[in-house]
């Protein structure tokens, strides 16, 4: 469970981030973070595992406060906070494999992650994690050899060997083509429906979110302007989210 109390963060720029959030997002939801640039979604995705520090407020995941952690409890929370980023953030000569049980690092002490001292066991879920993205066959190959849609996948598996609980993807399939991007989606799903993984992702696409959701929120200058089901997102609901114009551009298109 995350809960955001009265969660604002503001710039040393003046420019509000997020404002006065008061949310809970539930174990194994699937949430989409839908609004225009700028309006807040990275921000609020980033405070979760406070990659972003908030100005006021508190963040609390199952329970913990990661606002207020100190440097071993926040260690000890991120291990259980996956991420997956737009420009898929690999090693890019390193093996496929070496890029996914770096997700165990968070297990291992300074010295044996330097290292690399992993047990056979952590080998064995990098294993089951390409298995179920599809990519066991790429074990030894270098990551800079994939495509686009195959690094995300891979980043993907970082995250199911971690074994976090809560995966946050910030604009995931941003950089890539539609079949790829219904892929991606569909191994979210897959991993949020049979791990019980609670997913947050970021989204430009209101459509993938209507379609993969159980939930979406809508941000608009920081603030929360609609939290609701796939369903109770109308196209009014979309146009205080967007503003009028989203049709028109749209039709333009």
Same mark, same amino acid.
């Given at each position: ?120 066991? $952590?080998?064995?879920?990098?294993? $089951? ?14 990551? #800079? ?81 609609? $939290? ?7 196209? #009014? ?7 009028? #114009? ?8």
């Amino acid at each position: 469970m995350i809960q955001f109390e009265n969660v604002t963060k503001t710039y040393k720029n003046g420019v509000v981030g997020l404002k006065n959030i008061n949310l809970t997002i539930e174990d194994g939801e699937f949430v989409s973070i839908i609004g225009l640039s700028g309006a807040g979604k990275s921000t609020f995705l980033r405070s979760v595992n406070r990659l972003n520090e908030i100005t006021e407020g508190n963040i609390q995941i199952n329970g913990a406060s990661i606002t207020k952690a100190k440097k071993r409890e926040l260690r000890q929370i991120r291990r259980n906070i996956g991420m997956i980023f737009q420009q898929f953030n690999l090693v890019k000569k390193s093996s496929v494999q070496k890029n996914v049980i770096s997700g165990r690092l968070g297990y291992y002490s300074t010295v044996k992650s330097i290292f690399g001292l992993f047990s056979k066991e $952590d080998y064995s879920l990098v294993e $089951d994690a390409l298995d179920r993205v599809g990519l066991k066959d790429k074990l030894h190959s270098r990551s #800079d050899e994939l495509s686009g849609g195959q690094q995300q996948r891979v980043s993907i598996a970082r995250t199911l060997v971690q074994q976090a609980e809560i995966i946050l993807a910030d604009e995931p399939v941003a950089s890539l083509d539609p079949i790829t991007t219904e892929k991606i989606m569909k191994d979210l799903k897959n991993i949020n429906q049979e791990l019980n993984r609670t997913v947050i992702i970021n989204l430009h696409s209101v459509e993938l979110a209507r379609q993969f959701s159980t939930r979406i929120i809508g941000l608009r200058a920081g603030e929360v302007v609609f $939290d609701g089901t796939p369903e109770e997102a109308t196209d #009014d609901i979309l146009k205080g989210i967007y503003g009028a #114009d989203i049709f028109k551009q749209g039709e333009n298109e």
